[in-house]
């Protein structure tokens, strides 16, 4: 018997992955990079790796976490570090392999089966992913990172966290729209070193 269980969704995927200007020698290098930043990221939230799974995406990953994992954590810890890290690697990267993120964080229901997770909520957190919305954010930003929030999401933020720095964007997906709430990631420089 299949339970529904509650998760949080955290998805990055790397822009441009593919270009002609990177072989396949970059992507791995890429790949590895988004790897260790993430994993700085959730080991600085405190988050043990039994409470999460890395589903790979080829040119991203998507995390799906459960207990003690929370929105404040990724909030305030997970997510400035991952940007802090990425910050670092993309100083010292070449111009062609510097590495900018769409990330996208949900919560919901998801139910698991033999061959991984199913249901409306990680489906919806992949389309905010890819949605053309963020895609356009991301290209008209100059921050390495911009974050797709979904409304579920930010209502459970916490009141001290960067809620006020989201923007409303109505996102259209698949097979719905849907409000979403957007916003760049600037490093602290002091978790940049």
Same mark, same amino acid.
């Given at each position: 018997m299949h339970q529904q269980v509650s998760r949080i969704f955290f998805?990055?995927?790397i822009a441009g992955f593919n270009r002609a200007d990177r072989s396949?020698?970059? =992507?791995?290098?890429? +790949?590895?990079?988004?790897?260790d930043a993430l994993q700085r990221?959730?080991?600085?939230?405190?988050?043990?790796?039994?409470?999460?799974?890395?589903l790979d995406r080829g040119d991203g990953i998507m995390t799906v976490l459960g207990p003690p994992a929370d929105i404040a954590g990724l909030v305030r810890t997970a997510v400035p570090t991952l940007a802090a890290a990425l910050h670092a690697y993309n100083k010292l990267a070449h111009q062609a392999h510097r590495i900018r993120l769409r990330a996208t964080l949900h919560c919901g229901q998801v139910v698991r089966d033999a061959h =991984?997770?199913?249901? +409306?909520?990680?489906s919806h957190a992949f389309r905010l992913l890819d949605s053309p919305e963020l895609r356009t954010a991301l290209a008209e930003s100059k921050a390495d990172?911009?974050?797709?929030?979904?409304d579920t999401v930010r209502r459970l933020m916490p009141a001290d966290s960067a809620r006020h720095a989201l923007a409303p964007v109505h996102v259209?997906?698949?097979?719905?729209?849907?409000?979403?709430?957007?916003?760049?990631?600037t490093?602290?420089?002091a978790l940049s070193r």
């Open positions: 998805g990055i995927d396949d020698l970059v =992507g791995i290098v890429m +790949r590895r990079t988004i790897y990221g959730l080991d600085s939230a405190e988050i043990p790796p039994e409470c999460y799974e890395l =991984g997770y199913t249901g +409306r909520d990680i990172m911009v974050v797709a929030v979904s259209t997906t698949k097979e719905s729209s849907a409000q979403a709430w957007f916003t760049e990631v490093p602290d420089p």
